[in-house]
């Protein structure tokens, strides 16, 4: 299996920044694309990143396009979601995932999830 644990939320003010951390073990990370995902309250789960183990090829949503920017470091093995010019509404919970042969950010296509880290964004 692939393991993953996401850190580094927290309760921000508008404007601010954060650097989540994806930490894997078990399986190598070389073999996965990551996508991170959130979930706010009362609202589905949506896609907010993604990053190839091929060839580093990104993809985001259109909300946090220019905000946020995802990498990887196979060595360590962590994955990093810099969010930058934080809002309210990207309060939510922050998932990261990893997909085998993966190409983009349908939740159906990851296999391996971690427990979510929180941010909450607020003034």
């Known amino acids: 299996q692939l393991h993953l644990k996401e850190s580094g939320g927290g309760l921000v003010q508008p404007g601010a920044s954060l650097r989540l951390s994806c930490a894997t073990s078990g399986f190598s990370l070389d073999n996965y694309a990551i996508g991170w995902f959130r979930q706010a309250p009362g609202k589905e789960r949506e896609g907010v990143a993604y990053i190839s183990n091929i060839d580093r090829s990104t993809l985001y949503a259109d909300s946090v396009k220019g905000r946020f920017t995802i990498s990887r470091d196979n060595a360590l093995p962590i994955v990093y979601l810099q969010m930058n010019n934080l809002r309210p509404e990207d309060t939510a919970v922050y998932y990261c995932?990893?997909?085998?042969?993966?190409?983009?950010?349908?939740?159906?296509?990851?296999?391996?999830w971690g427990q979510g880290t929180q941010v909450t964004v607020s003034s």
């Open positions: 995932a990893g997909g085998w042969g993966t190409e983009d950010l349908n939740e159906g296509d990851y296999d391996y």
